[in-house]
């Protein structure tokens, strides 16, 4: 299969499926509703995002023709802050998954207890089909449609699904030319020449292995050997895999858009991060490694192991395969990985799930150093970042691990009344306006 097959496979699988994330992200948070006391009225603002733009891109291609391509910027909430959230370049972005997105990142920025509200972006495109220049001309278009929404002050990108620092050193250069002025704090995850901050590339993922080592000790679970399955090789997954491997795990299940393979003995990971480094599209597809079968998706989700993580894409674990899965913990580096249906077939089955609210928050987090750089023009060592980050993310672990315990329920829950409540506090002590 080549990258864009596999790229149009993928949207077509999200395109065929009947969740729709935005309604999975709704009813997440009615599940919270009966746990607190938030007045009706300002769950109905909790409900909705403040804003949606559509904007449909024009880019002309290399060979001079013109493609048109709907891209979206929502901001669910500003209550706690400047909205914050990544923007992704994808086959199956609908303004419903943005829409979710911006809401989980309200709740993760307040779960994480870091000052910003949350919004997310994202463009319904195929990123493979595009030539470097192609790339540039789109993102550049886009930053300048959602230029009046976006801000250091008001609404902060960063990199999501298949965008990186090259594509937000596009959007910082575009709101420089259009403002006339320097404003690095307007985009996180740029590169370090443009402001951006050590450690940030592999924040996300530092933050999964950060979650994953407080959870596994909590549980009584040794790093040293434990089995783990990634599902997703990309950013968030690689990073995560070869971290938790520095930590004695045997990572023993990876894939990707391309394929799952499984390794029993454990994969070298130093091996298979340098073939992606060159492989076409980045992708595992081709990956030559002793003692690898390849096997299917849903085999991957079901190994017997003691941690899966999913850092792919929303609704991976759904009512139809959650029974099948083994794995005791379950870490999510994607955003919204596990349907709530799929949810409560796990509790259940007594699996821990550490809720991506608080498992992925090491990106948002370091984007929010690379931000407080920004605006004070004062960067910090990659040591710093990344011992800051584990402070928090520790702490975050902790308060939500006591309230589960405390209340007797499960992580996620937890995570979401801690996120939604210190939202409404914020829209209740601002007062409603206009
Ligand atoms: N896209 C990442 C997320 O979903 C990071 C967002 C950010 O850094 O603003 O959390």
């Not at 990258?3 to 999975?24: F, L, S």
């Not at 990142?105 to 949350?118: L, S, T």
Request: net charge negative.
């Amino acid at each position: 299969m080549t990258v864009h097959d596999t790229a149009r496979v993928v949207a077509q699988r999200i395109q065929n499926t009947e969740i729709n994330p935005y309604e999975m992200m709704l009813q997440q948070l009615d599940m919270v509703h009966e746990y607190t006391n938030i007045p009706e009225g300002i769950w109905r603002i909790l409900r909705t995002p403040e804003r949606a733009l559509e904007v449909n891109v024009p880019v002309v291609r290399d060979d001079g023709s013109i493609d048109v391509f709907t891209g979206y910027r929502v901001q669910h909430s500003s209550a706690r802050g400047p909205c914050k959230g990544g923007i992704r370049f994808h086959p199956g972005v609908t303004v419903d998954e943005v829409k979710a997105l911006a809401g989980w990142m309200a709740w993760k920025c307040a779960v994480v207890n870091i000052p910003y509200g949350g919004g997310k972006g994202g463009i319904c495109c195929d990123p493979t089909s595009f030539t470097p220049g192609e790339l540039e001309r789109l993102t550049r278009s886009y930053a300048s449609m959602i230029y009046p929404l976006i801000g250091a002050k008001r609404d902060i990108p960063a990199p999501d699904v298949n965008t990186n620092a090259q594509v937000m050193n596009w959007i910082v250069d575009t709101a420089q030319v259009l403002s006339g002025e320097s404003t690095p704090g307007i985009v996180t995850g740029k590169s370090i020449e443009m402001g951006g901050a050590h450690g940030r590339h592999e924040a996300t993922g530092r933050g999964v292995m950060f979650a994953t080592l407080g959870v596994l000790q909590r549980l009584g679970i040794e790093i040293e050997g434990a089995r783990i399955a990634v599902q997703g090789f990309g950013n968030v997954g690689s990073i995560a895999a070869r971290l938790l491997h520095e930590h004695g795990a045997s990572i023993i299940g990876i894939s990707d858009v391309s394929g799952a393979y499984h390794c029993p003995v454990g994969f070298d990971l130093a091996r298979v991060l340098s073939y992606v480094e060159t492989s076409p599209g980045r992708l595992l597809a081709g990956l030559q490694h002793p003692g690898v079968e390849e096997i299917t998706n849903d085999e991957l989700l079901a190994m017997d192991v003691d941690v899966l993580i999913p850092a792919a894409l929303e609704a991976q674990i759904t009512a139809s395969n959650a029974s099948n899965i083994r794995a005791r913990v379950i870490v999510e580096g994607a955003n919204g990985p596990t349907t709530p249906e799929a949810d409560l077939i796990l509790g259940e089955k007594g699996s821990v799930i550490v809720p991506d609210i608080l498992a992925n928050a090491g990106g948002v987090v370091c984007s929010y150093f690379e931000w407080v750089q920004n605006i004070q023009c004062f960067p910090w060592e990659e040591k710093e970042t990344n011992q800051r980050l584990g402070q928090i993310l520790q702490r975050s672990l902790r308060e939500v691990w006591s309230m589960a315990e405390e209340r007797g329920i499960s992580l996620r829950l937890a995570a979401f009344i801690l996120g939604v409540e210190r939202v409404a506090t914020a829209i209740q002590l601002r007062g409603v306006f206009p």
